[in-house]
């Protein structure tokens, strides 16, 4: 073996390594559900983004959540909704809150706020929307229903 083979070898396996170590970091999830799901934002791009804020002592909140969850399940396809507690609850205490509202979304288990570079909200229930480019579409305070969040995505619902 030459020299100059010997020596093509070990930069190989240092760019092999690098390209490794790379593709791992830019796999890493930036995000956590309380289900155990785990993802990137960037990876929900080509979808609407709903992220909604609740807490379990926000009536309105409580109220809403049946329509997030309708809205949530109806839209799958085109927007990808997380909810988020408010108040960081954390393991079982987060469970039970999310057993107790009947929440059917995906709760995430960390404010996603600086990540997708908005100011957390200082008043509940607050949604906010992203279009499928990751733009911050529109911030909706109070109760939303299906109608409301399908209207500030552009999209027709037919009301009953």
């Keep these: 073996m030459s020299l100059t083979t010997a ?3 070990p930069k190989s396996i240092a760019l092999f390594v690098c390209v490794c170590a790379l593709l791992t970091a830019c796999s890493k999830p930036d995000y956590h559900t309380a289900d155990g799901a785990s993802g990137r934002f ?3 791009r080509g ?3 709903v992220i ?3 807490a379990e002592w926000c009536k309105p909140c409580i109220e809403e959540m049946p329509e997030l969850n309708q809205f949530g399940a109806k ?3 085109t927007a990808t909704v997380f ?3 408010y108040d960081n609850a954390q393991d079982d205490k987060l469970q039970q809150q999310i057993k107790k509202l009947h929440i059917e979304l995906p709760v995430l288990l960390q404010d996603p706020a600086v990540q997708l570079g908005y100011q957390r909200p ?3 229930p607050t949604t906010f929307i992203f279009n499928p480019e ?3 579409k529109a911030t909706l305070v109070g109760p939303q229903t299906g109608a409301s969040l399908a209207a500030a995505m552009g999209q027709p619902v037919a009301v009953p």
């Design 7 to 9: 020596m093509k070898i």
């Design 42 to 44: 960037i990876d929900l």
């Design 47 to 49: 979808k609407w983004l």
């Design 52 to 54: 909604s804020y609740w």
């Design 75 to 77: 839209f799958a396809s």
């Design 83 to 85: 909810a988020v507690n």
């Design 122 to 124: 200082e008043a509940l």
């Design 134 to 136: 990751g733009e911050l």
